[in-house]
Every structure is written in structure tokens, then in C-alpha cells.
């Protein structure tokens, strides 16, 4: 018998550890973020009327790379990875390329998380870690035919990852996952005593 896995859903995972200057870069990264929290008015009000459990960036700032040299400098280094997934993917871009759409900082309370969604109009989506205390949110991966399973059986509890509705992944400091866009993933609430801090980000192809 021969059981042939096709139609795959390949995850992106890396590490920005690797830098000599990680630590300094993460900590700045994570004093931008902070800042941004404190001083954007319009992104914690956007945050506040749509339900989001802390602080995002997503709808407020839309310039993260040209206003502060840090997010300038995690954009150089997305750019390798996208550049490495899309060659992993066997994409054909057909003489254009990704390029990044849009980067925002999300800053998730405790008891907070960000239900089941999608990308639109994007290609690929992904989410650099800056800090995960104990207890911090997975991120939640659903299988894309889960509506589409009608009447059959659940998984063994042994059930390998590729053959699960939903694969967890538990990121560290510095971990960067990438993902195509019309994967649905959401974050479960943060069981965190202090909020979980990362950057999120989509490329369009052009």
C-alpha cells in the first residue's frame, strides 16, 4: 500500500537568533512596539471599538519601515525568508516579486486573543516574535478542507501533524513563521501574565 500526501500546506519557520545582534535588535524592536502603544491614539482606539484584548497597529499606521529604522531593518530580513518561502512554494512570479504590503505591531493582554481569520489580498502572511512570556498564545493553524470534512471521523489523539484540523505552534523570541495567505490561523487567549508582543506582516505579488 502506498499512501501519497498531496495538495500540501507548507509553514514557513525560521529564527532571527542567528544575528550576532539579536538581543539588542529584539529589545529595540520591542521599546518601538511599546512606544508605539503608548503614543498611537488612533490605534488603541481601533483597538478598543473592534475588540482587540490590547494594543494593534494594523489600522493606524500603515509606515512602520519609513518611520523607525528598526522595523526598516525586520524588513530587510523578512524579505530574505519571503524570498526563500516563495521558492520553497515553487511560485512562479513571472517577473515580478513579493514585496510587503504592510507591517504592524500587535501588543496582546492577558486573557486576550484574535479569533480564526484569513489574509485577503495578500499572498503570503506571517508574524515575527518579539517577547513570549510563560504561558504566551500558540499560534493556531486550521486545516484549509476543515469545512469541507462533512461526516468524517476526528484524528487519533497520536495523529501525525500533517494529518491533524489544527496544528499548534509555539513560537520563541526571534521566531518568524510564514504562511500562504488563505490560510485561516487565529491566537487562543494569552494565559500570559504579561502581554505577548509581535510584528505581522503580508506581501502581495507585483
Not at 499512501?3 to 514557513?12: D, G
Not at 470534512?149 to 513560537?171: C, G, H, I, K, S
Request: glycine share 6%.
Amino acid at each position: 500500500m502506498t499512501l501519497r500526501p498531496l495538495f500540501a500546506t507548507p509553514v514557513y519557520e525560521a529564527t532571527l537568533t542567528t544575528n550576532r545582534s539579536f538581543e539588542n535588535f529584539n529589545r529595540e524592536i520591542l521599546e518601538a512596539c511599546l512606544m508605539l502603544e503608548a503614543e498611537d491614539q488612533a490605534g488603541r482606539a481601533w483597538s478598543r471599538a473592534h475588540g482587540y484584548g490590547g494594543y494593534t497597529s494594523y489600522a493606524s499606521l500603515d509606515d512602520l519601515p519609513q518611520r523607525m529604522s528598526v522595523f526598516a531593518d525586520l524588513k530587510t530580513q523578512l524579505d530574505r525568508h519571503a524570498k526563500a518561502f516563495a521558492e520553497g512554494l515553487h511560485f512562479d512570479l513571472q517577473g515580478g516579486r513579493l514585496r510587503l504590503d504592510s507591517l504592524w505591531v500587535n501588543v496582546l493582554k492577558p486573557g486576550a486573543g484574535h479569533s480564526g481569520h484569513i489574509h485577503p489580498h495578500s499572498v503570503i502572511s506571517g508574524t515575527a516574535y518579539v517577547a513570549v512570556p510563560p504561558g504566551a498564545s500558540a499560534l493556531k493553524l486550521e486545516d484549509p478542507r476543515l469545512p469541507l470534512m462533512m461526516a468524517a471521523p476526528p484524528r487519533r489523539a497520536d495523529a501525525p501533524e500533517e494529518t491533524r484540523a489544527f496544528v499548534y505552534l509555539q513560537p520563541q523570541p526571534g521566531a518568524v513563521y510564514m504562511w500562504e495567505s488563505w490560510l485561516r490561523h487565529e491566537v487562543p487567549a494569552n494565559k500570559a501574565k504579561t502581554p505577548r508582543v509581535s510584528v505581522s506582516f503580508n506581501y502581495g505579488w507585483r
